[in-house]
């Protein structure tokens, strides 16, 4: 299972979507934009392996803002989202504010929908993104995707209730192994986040996601077996509260 993955973004995209399929018993395609998602879903199309979520990144908020209407329209057909969130990093401070309004957008209308389920980007910005959650408490469930802030942000963000995506990549760092040691077990799922995962400068496949259950077992200190099955029953269970979108309804 993968559960962020940017399959549409290799270099030999079908290539690959032949082969995640099957390999993985389940992927989660996000886009990085509005558009992305129009194109991606009519050329790799979803299927109850593979769900294809629209998105905004926060990185081309200042080149995609226009299609915020888009997106919120697509909202309304499906129950996965994403990319979405913000990213208060040096390089993308000068959309920081655009970011915030396009996000808060998001969250906001997931919330007067009933609730959605996103994988959300919060690179040196987790305090904001969790901040518009409390304002917007119905939105749904946040999957944070590569988190890397801090242990009492994290503990935090698991107080709100939500989920964990870890990949190989993040798995590489001290930082990453540190929080991922202290989240909560059973709302942890793997991710690849290919082709932006990378290790050793090669990227990452989405069924390398599964790869994070070795390293997870010497950190929750668990055999593997055991890790390998809690991560399937936690993955099941995201997997079944997007069903409605897998079936194309809402």
């Not at 996000?30 to 990144?57: C, D, F, M, N, Q």
């Amino acid at each position: 299972m993968d559960f962020h993955c940017h399959l549409d973004l290799y270099p030999n995209a079908r290539q690959v979507y032949a082969e995640t399929l099957k390999k993985n018993e389940f992927t989660w395609l996000v886009t990085t934009s509005p558009k992305a998602y129009e194109a991606t879903s009519r050329i790799l199309l979803p299927s109850e392996r593979l769900v294809v979520s629209p998105g905004l990144h926060p990185e081309v908020a200042d080149r995609k803002a226009e299609e915020l209407d888009i997106l919120l329209s697509q909202l309304q057909t499906v129950m996965a989202v994403g990319e979405v969130g913000l990213d208060g990093s040096a390089k993308y401070k000068e959309s920081y504010a655009l970011q915030h309004r396009i996000f808060t957008a998001v969250v906001s209308n997931c919330a007067a929908l009933g609730g959605r389920i996103l994988s959300v980007h919060s690179r040196a910005a987790a305090n904001e993104v969790l901040n518009c959650f409390e304002m917007h408490s119905d939105f749904g469930l946040a999957v944070l995707h590569w988190f890397t802030d801090s242990p009492s942000i994290l503990r935090r963000a698991a107080s709100l209730g939500c989920w964990f995506s870890v990949g190989p990549a993040m798995l590489s760092s001290v930082n990453g192994r540190n929080l991922a040691s202290l989240m909560p077990r059973d709302r942890v799922v793997p991710e690849s986040d290919g082709p932006f995962g990378k290790i050793a400068g090669l990227a990452l496949m989405p069924w390398d996601a599964a790869n994070i259950a070795i390293a997870l077992s010497a950190l929750w200190k668990l055999p593997s077996d055991e890790v390998i099955n809690m991560l399937r029953i936690n993955g099941e269970t995201l997997i079944s509260l997007m069903s409605k979108n897998i079936n194309g309804e809402v």
